[in-house]
DNA sequence: CGTAGGCTTGATTGAACTCAACAAGTGTGG
DNA sequence: CCACACTTGTTGAGTTCAATCAAGCCTACG
């Protein structure tokens, strides 16, 4: 059930069959949220971490005139909250990007193993840094990048996490989501998400179309991205 | 000499004396460095984490074609890369914004008191986890604010983190940069910065002038900015 | 006193936005 | 079963905000 999750951990470092068991001992039930469903609001108080088992949640801001940022969009294995913990209210809100299966991890056992396990609580808190690195490439993409850099970028950073959890192939995985929510994860708007659709697929680089990112030049695509994952932290090294 | 970060620490929750103890043994030196100076280069292999005791410091990323975004401004009593100590090499670098002083806490030590100090953890963990709140709201005005939203927002959200630290006046506080270095920050040109700032002045809000920011109408500012200070956290929370 | 870096302004260009219309697909209820 | 609403995607025309290009102005300093 937490498979996904461990298994990008262990990328990193070793988990022992211990510190396995208190993971999952963390986890108290498991929901299933249809697509565009808030599964955790605005500074909603929070007692449990929301951990994805299926689907894609993204983390998200409103503004004032009904606009949104998507902030971060997670896939299976990822934690959307985890850094709540010590938060213990959301800065942002949780969305139901398609229908998604996710656990709840309870704050009072996670508490407890930081209590008594050391490493663990340092693979928990190295989870939540990698997050904020991918916070801060999303920056440089808002800030800096051309639209069709930052849609080619985003495609290039789901490709490889999807890998690490065995939810991506080579040349192609599902990412059913809209073109006006990509937008909003792009800082565009949905008509020119659209426009720079049709010039990635005419370019001859990666096709966007009923959920499913097909790659027809991934090496192409990652050189108008200047995409590099070493923000993702994927290298093993001991906590 | 950490007082500015142990005010700011000791607002969200208490530190005992045997915990304050524990943060001032990690540090093993302190340096000072020339604005412009880089102090951590992109992907360099990390032993200690760079705490800022005075001037500003800078995370950034470079692009291929010269470009750069500065993704984080740190100030007194902040640690620049404290989530070095569980990534081990930095996405990006770290540049004295001003002429600053930074002391570095071991790496070695930091970890000792994860093995031995659940508590003081839990408060390193959440001080990296408002890093990431920061760069969410970043993210935010890099996507979806207006250039001029976007510098007032800077200029509130400075207010308030350096008036926790005792480094901003009630209308005014000092802030040394140039207008380039801003741009990098907002996502925008220098040139644009300029326009952006004489409007800001022309309509009575704010005036940046000599490295100073001195407000003439902070209420509407944080209106033109949709400033809500949550996001940093500064409410008392016991971990 | 000459030069470089930072600031300022004007003119022009361009990338992305806005507004508007329409097509295709989906679901629903009469 | 069809009419209708609704969502999502597509395209065109015109606009706007910020970028680019270019020039001139300080003032700090070697």
Not at 102 to 125: K, N, Y
Not at 168 to 185: D, H, K, N
Request: with cysteine.
């Amino acid at each position: 059930m937490i498979e996904c999750h461990l298994r990008k951990l262990r990328l990193r470092d070793e988990i022992s069959a211990a510190e396995e068991a208190a993971l999952r001992g963390t986890i108290v039930d498991t929901v299933t949220h249809p697509a565009g469903r808030t599964i955790v609001h605005f500074g909603e108080a929070l007692n449990y971490s929301t951990l994805v088992l299926d689907g894609f949640v993204g983390r998200y801001k409103d503004l004032k005139n009904g606009q949104r940022q998507i902030t971060h969009v997670h896939v299976p294995g990822d934690f959307a909250d985890l850094h709540g913990f010590t938060l213990k209210r959301l800065d942002h809100a949780l969305l139901a990007l398609t229908p998604c299966t996710i656990a709840r991890a309870s704050h009072t056992r996670l508490h407890e193993i930081t209590e008594t396990q050391a490493h663990l609580t340092r693979v928990m808190w190295f989870s939540t840094n990698v997050d904020a690195a991918i916070h801060r490439e999303w920056e440089v993409s808002l800030g800096r990048r051309s639209a069709i850099q930052r849609a080619a970028h985003l495609f290039c950073e789901l490709h490889v996490r999807l890998g690490v959890v065995g939810h991506a192939e080579a040349e192609r995985y599902r990412f059913p989501i809209s073109q006006a929510e990509l937008a909003e994860c792009l800082g565009l708007t949905p008509v020119h998400v659209n426009r720079v659709l049709r010039e990635l697929r005419e370019r001859g680089l990666v096709e966007f179309r009923n959920g499913l990112v097909a790659f027809q030049d991934l090496p192409g695509l990652k050189r108008l991205a200047e995409f590099d994952p070493g923000y993702l932290y994927l290298d093993p090294h001991p906590l």
